[in-house]
């Protein structure tokens, strides 16, 4: 357990519907990583937080998608209209300042992920 | 094409026996290259960190090497125990955060 925590842990929806996915970080981590996992593959970056500011936004966070973190505290990623190409792990990630994010002085901690079927 | 790739893409050895995970990366410029472990259905775990000028770097059984030259690295694991069947992902970093690129994963399985 790394101290990231994600809720839920399993979704399954219908396609068309809206989720909304939390991830509560280690309490004094500054920044905050949505990721994306498909069966097989490695993670792919979707955005990034420090404290309240998006500051990063991947390509494949389409319109329909969108992360908050309002409080620089925990976090929401939601998905509007979901499609079953949606379906994947959600993965959330923390670290603390100070350090360039993603840079040699950074260790993200990974929560157990979100595993979302859309069908 | 992705910009990291893995090599072998599994892996099933006997428990006490070493083994050699790779990685071959064209993400460019490069900062930085790390290794994570992921339990089937967990977040990924790191495992070490290195810069462009780090050629090697331990964490106990676990050690990793990196030729910056040929866009390389490898992942040793020493004495394999039953615990360390998961995947294995090995991850680059680009110019930003959002060119954090991973590969898709060495699965190790490692038995009786």
């Known amino acids: 357990d790394t101290g990231v925590s994600q809720d839920p842990r399993h979704k399954i929806t219908k396609r068309g519907q809206n989720v909304t996915f939390r991830c509560d970080p280690i309490?004094?981590?500054?920044?905050l990583y949505w990721y994306r996992q498909t069966l097989g593959q490695g993670p792919e970056f979707l955005t990034y937080?420090?404290?309240?500011?998006?500051?990063?936004k991947s390509r494949l966070l389409s319109d329909r998608f969108s992360a908050e973190r309002p409080k620089g505290s925990f976090s929401t990623l939601e998905i509007q209209r979901t499609e079953q190409g949606d379906s994947a792990m959600y993965l959330c990630?923390?670290?603390?300042?100070?350090?360039?994010?993603?840079?040699?002085?950074?260790?993200?901690?990974f929560g157990p992920g979100t595993r979302l079927l859309v069908l | 094409k992705n910009q990291v790739e893995q090599s072998p893409q599994s892996l099933i050895i006997l428990e006490g026996k070493n083994c050699t995970l790779q990685?071959?990366?064209?993400?460019?410029?490069?900062?930085?290259l790390r290794w994570y472990k992921q339990d089937t259905g967990r977040g990924p775990v790191s495992l070490t960190i290195?810069?462009?000028?780090?050629n090697t770097k331990s964490n106990g059984r676990y050690t990793a090497t990196l030729d910056a030259d040929t866009k390389q690295s490898s992942l040793h694991i020493t004495a394999s125990q039953l615990s360390d069947s998961a995947s294995y992902i090995c991850?680059?970093?680009?110019?930003?955060?959002?060119?954090?690129?991973f590969g898709t994963g060495t699965r190790l399985q490692v038995t009786l």
């Open positions: 990630a923390s670290s603390e300042l100070p350090g360039l994010a993603g840079g040699p002085g950074e260790t993200q901690y």
């Open positions: 309490s004094e981590h500054n920044r």
């Open positions: 937080f420090q404290n309240e500011a998006q500051l990063e």
């Open positions: 990685c071959n990366y064209t993400v460019s410029p490069f900062s930085n």
């Open positions: 290195m810069t462009f000028s780090e």
């Open positions: 991850v680059v970093r680009g110019r930003t955060a959002s060119k954090l690129t």
